[in-house]
């Protein structure tokens, strides 16, 4: 099951990356957070903000990139810490797709 949390917050950060990059902004350079940020700040778009989309992405990262023994995870504390994450950041995904901006593909 390990393997699948790990895959799980992957596929949430990976995500989460594409809306803000592709959907809701054009800007495949800058650094995710700043990104998000920016993002954040548009009056369009303040509904993020309540979501703690740098948050989860921060929280992935540490999730992601841990170099400790078991992978980080391995205590029923983090499991349970990682799966909350998933849990919360699946429903944020699913508001942030539904509100994301149309793109046109091949402009």
Known sequence: MIGADFAAIAMCRATTEILIRYHYNNDPDSDLGPLIQQ???RKENSFLKHHNLL???KEANKILHYKGINCGIDDIENRTRTRTLIREWTKTLQITI????RINIGE
């Open 39 to 41: 993002t954040q700040k």
């Open 98 to 101: 539904t509100k994301a901006p």
């Open 55 to 57: 948050a989860k992405v």
